[in-house]
């Protein structure tokens, strides 16, 4: 079975530049997660969507921070403009919706704000 | 803010010992998970054990939650160099929304 997709695995730009990340969650999932993760402050929940609703994104950091699930196979973070401080690796994470579930997470976006 | 604390935050035995970690967390939860996360790679989840529970196993993971002292272990018994590894509680609060811990750097050695 595939698990979550996320694209591009890398991604390198310089400060002021848009960044979409994309995200394909495992098939019949509701429940979509956007997490930062970074050396200072660990795993940090960014957003969360359920059956393609925003539910809880009081993780976003400010204005700049977007998300959006416009169908239940896919969503995109963007981020303009993009700062060096938002360098992270954003890891995207699917889960059926029902309590005492597990999150299934991607390999992660390792972006590089130069 | 991170609610789940894992001690230690680095750990380092020899193949074939065990490896405990703990983790404590502040707020009434349902559910307490552990993952793993190799170097690179995302979050696997390892177990789940629910609020009314006490003790789980699977395979060589054994994890135990106390309620009264918001406290959780994880044990890893006769360790492997392939469980090398990030390992990190979550509390579950909620319907689903998920707190993390910083982590136990597990090292195992040869």
């Known amino acids: 079975d595939a698990g979550v997709i996320q694209s591009p695995r890398h991604e390198v730009t310089e400060m002021g530049q848009e960044v979409t990340l994309r995200c394909k969650p495992i098939?019949?999932?509701?429940?979509l997660f956007w997490y930062r993760q970074t050396m200072m402050r660990g795993l940090e929940l960014l957003i969360y969507?359920?059956?393609?609703?925003?539910?809880?994104d009081s993780g976003m950091p400010e204005d700049r921070f977007s998300a959006k699930m416009p169908n239940a196979s896919f969503s995109t973070l963007k981020i303009q403009p993009s700062e060096p401080r938002d360098s992270a690796v954003y890891f995207c994470?699917?889960?059926?919706?029902?309590?005492?579930?597990?999150?299934?997470f991607g390999d992660g976006t390792r972006l590089s704000i130069l | 803010s991170q609610q789940g604390e894992e001690d230690p935050q680095a750990l380092s035995i020899q193949e074939g010992e065990n490896a405990t970690m703990n983790c404590s967390y502040k707020?009434?939860?349902?559910?307490l998970q552990w993952y793993r996360q190799n170097s690179g790679r995302g979050l696997v989840h390892l177990i789940l054990i629910r609020s009314n529970e006490r003790e789980k196993h699977s395979g060589r993971l054994r994890v135990t939650l106390d309620t009264s002292k918001k406290s959780s272990s994880l044990l890893i018994t006769a360790s492997r160099a392939a469980d090398t590894a990030s390992y990190f509680c979550?509390?579950?609060?909620?319907?689903?929304?998920?707190?993390f811990g910083q982590g136990t750097r597990l090292t195992i050695n040869p």
């Open positions: 098939s019949g999932h509701n429940s």
């Open positions: 979550a509390t579950g609060q909620g319907a689903q929304k998920l707190v």
């Open positions: 707020t009434s939860i349902n559910n």
């Open positions: 969507f359920n059956n393609n609703v925003p539910i809880d």
């Open positions: 994470a699917s889960s059926p919706d029902s309590r005492d579930q597990p999150q299934h």
